[in-house]
Each structure stands twice: as C-alpha cells, then as structure tokens.
T-cell receptor
Framework: DGGITQSPKYLFRKEGQNVTLSCEQN?????MYWYRQDPGQGLRLIYY???????QKGDIAEGYSVSREKKESFPLTVTSAQKNPTAFYLC????????????FGQGTRLTVV | AQSVTQLGSHVSVSEGALVLLRCNYS??????LFWYVQYPNQGLQLLLK??????LVKGINGFEAEFKKSETSFHLTKPSAHMSDAAEYFC???????????FGAGTRLTVKP
C-alpha cells in the first residue's frame, strides 16, 4: 500500500543531543513537509521541500534542519539549538495541481528527558 | 499569504445533534480549502476538500462543508453526531500550484451520550 511512514513512533532525547526523525513515502510525490503540533496551536510548518535537493524554511525552522537527497525521503533533525523540542511531529506529502491533497504519516512523539 | 481561523477550540454536542465547526480563511487568490480529522496520537485524515466547482462539498462519514466566498468561510457540518465523531478537526488552505498548506489551530469535538 502506498503511504507515508514515520519512525520511530516514540522518541526520547537527552538535552543537548541531536536527533533525527525519519519520513519515507512511496506515493511518488514531489512535495514533502514537516509540521510540529503542540496542544492548542494546530500544525506549524517547520520545513517543506518541493523537489529533490531543494527545501524552504517554514514558520518555525530555527533549531531544525532537513535534507532531501531522495524523492522518497525527507528526514528532520532536531538540533540542540531547539529550546523546546518536546512535541508531536508530523510528516506529509502532497499531490500537485487542482486535485491537491495532503497525506500524513502517523507522527513521531519526541520527548526531551 | 493565506491563513485560516477556526472559531472555538472546543465544541461539545450531544449524540444525534447537529455538528457545526467553523472555519474562516484569508487568501488573496482563489483558495483551496480542506477539512482534516485527527484521532489521538495519529496523523491527519482528509474529510473533504474544495478546489473548484460546486461550493457544497460532501465528504466521508456524513460530513459536508460549503465554500462561501462572500463570507470567506468553509464551515463543516454533520446533521447527526455519532460518538465515533469525537476527534480533533483541522481546517486548511492552500492555492493552485502552491505547496504551502496552512492549518488552523484545530477544534476538539466532544460527543456526549
């Protein structure tokens, strides 16, 4: 089945450590996104990529980094510079054109301990 | 840039009652509008979308929404609430050939027996 796979589902990080969240899709979508979800704040855009080897900052990119070396993969690194990284992270991809729609992974819950 | 505002972070209805979740958008160009549903610790699932054509859009699970340009609204309704409708609902906006999808803060729907 086609879809988006995020791993791991739960992740614990010590303060000061970098951690990478995985996002893989087999939908053949060009565009991929990372959102952060906090209670009462909806989904806030961290980074997005419209094509391989290209990506743009979203509204809250500070403390995060991404890469897009393959169409299928869009990993997100939460660096030690992110002061409040505990959150639920969602990866998505979209179809282009008039029938555009976002498809989401199941999310990764990151907790700093 | 486009944005959406969801009125009411929490909505509570009785089983069998009308569900009305409000969404207003801001966009300088014709918007594409979406409603997504999220169950706890999961990703988002598309309920329905408006891109072009008929302004009354029907989605899954008996939900529908009407695009009203004069009111810049895209409210979500369901005639009769079911216990399984309890979830968080997100309104989202983008536009043609733009990969920057923006989400509202979400509305948590509670259904009382």
């Amino acid at each position: 089945d086609g879809g988006i796979t995020q791993s791991p589902k739960y992740l614990f990080r010590k303060e000061g450590q970098n951690v990478t969240l995985s996002c893989e899709q087999n939908l053949n979508h060009d565009a991929m996104y990372w959102y952060r979800q906090d209670p009462g704040q909806g989904l806030r855009l961290i980074y997005y990529s419209q094509i391989v080897n290209d990506f743009q900052k979203g509204d809250i990119a500070e403390g995060y980094s991404v890469s897009r070396e393959k169409k299928e993969s869009f990993p997100l690194t939460v660096t030690s510079a992110q002061k409040n990284p505990t959150a639920f992270y969602l990866c998505a991809s979209t179809t282009p054109g008039v029938n555009t729609e976002a498809f989401f992974g199941q999310g990764t819950r990151l907790t700093v301990v | 840039a486009q944005s959406v505002t969801q009125l009411g972070s929490h909505v509570s209805v009785s089983e069998g009652a009308l569900v009305l979740l409000r969404c207003n958008y801001s966009s300088s160009v014709p918007p594409y509008l979406f409603w997504y549903v999220q169950y706890p610790n999961q990703g988002l699932q598309l309920l329905l979308k408006y891109t072009t054509g008929a302004t009354l859009v029907k989605g899954i699970n008996g939900f529908e929404a009407e695009f009203k340009k004069s009111e810049t609204s895209f409210h979500l309704t369901k005639p009769s609430a079911h216990m399984s409708d309890a979830a968080e609902y997100f309104c989202a906006v983008t536009r043609y050939n733009n990969n920057d999808m923006r989400f509202g803060a979400g509305t948590r729907l509670t259904v009382k027996p």
